[in-house]
């Protein structure tokens, strides 16, 4: 618990610090979001355990299911980082949980998926949904000068892929049954993705140099596309492959998607979340799928329904992620009454905090 409250605080508090004049709200608007929602997430998780009967696990485990839901929105704030106020955040934060508690409820209860299983969607429920919010919102100009990085913010983004790499093995275990199992996976395949970005990002590169958006993004990538299989893959080698897909996917993805999908369709993804987190949860899936098959191949009577129910949990999970971000979340924060900001104000403390402007 202490680790996964570290990596999601300190861990995500400092990868959104990639914008030169962000980075106050970006730690402190993620601090303030993450103790409201995990308040509010216990409380909806004690709502669906009165009204539908659900088996209760405690006080602990109901803060621990909590805090891995939150990270859905981070993620989705990821996405809209800079674009929105904090009253705006703030009813994206409720919104976001109270609907990823109805899509986990819905995988639960209609497509049979585990508790634990149905916790790690938040990956690709908080990479589109955040998507769909901030295909909403008017894309800042390429011209604006506070759209950008510094070595300065780049080392602090950096910092904050350092905790969450060092402690994602105990997000992946923390509901698992066969905790050991998931943490070794989890390394196995974060140790590939690492190896496989600094490779990539000097391949990649025309003079041959790593850069660090490639770095501090699929560094990650083996512990998101590991989290279904962590705790049923048997062999480490498994592991390996799913964190070099990863971080292929990754990389790929921050070249293609920014250059070539994102302009199209009038996506401006601030932290890059798409190639970063929801890229490496769909190849995770598919693996999901892909090994239960392999698994469960001698039995073919039960082997269709078993595939159609988990592609049936990840398909709705996607769509019920899109559909509210954009039409739910993406009309009412769209509001006058939530005070929209211009354009102009993209992506500045100022706004909202006391900076000295004084070195």
Known sequence: FQDVNHMVIFGFGFFLMVLRRYGFSSTGFNFLIIVLGVQFSVFVEDLFISFH?????????????????MTAVIIST?????????????????????????????NRTFLEVLDHLSLMHV??????????????????????????????SDLFSMLGSV?????WPSFNSLLAQSKMKAVLNTYFALAVSAVTAFMLSALTS???KFRMIHIHSAVLAGGVTISYTAQSISHPWIAMILGLLGAVITILGSHCLQSC?????????????????????????LAQVVLLVIKEWTNSSSLDYLVLLHVGAFCQTISLALISGFITVGSVLNTRLLKIIRVSKYFDDQFYWEVSLNK
């Open 261 to 285: 999908l994102n302009p199209p369709l009038k996506i401006h993804d601030t932290s890059g979340v798409h190639f970063t987190f929801g890229l490496p949860a769909v190849l995770g899936a």
């Open 78 to 106: 990821g996405a809209v980082l800079g674009k929105i106020n904090l009253v705006q955040l703030i009813v994206m934060t409720l919104v976001e949980l109270i609907v990823f508690s109805v899509s986990r409820w819905i």
């Open 123 to 152: 990956h690709v429920f908080g990479a589109y949904f955040g998507l769909a919010v901030t295909s909403r919102f008017p894309e800042p100009s390429p011209r604006l000068d506070k759209n950008r990085s510094t070595p300065k």
């Open 206 to 208: 025309k003079d041959g």
């Open 53 to 69: 009967s659900v088996a209760n696990g405690g006080v602990m485990k109901s803060i621990a299911k909590a805090i891995i839901s």
């Open 163 to 167: 905790f969450l790499w060092v402690f």
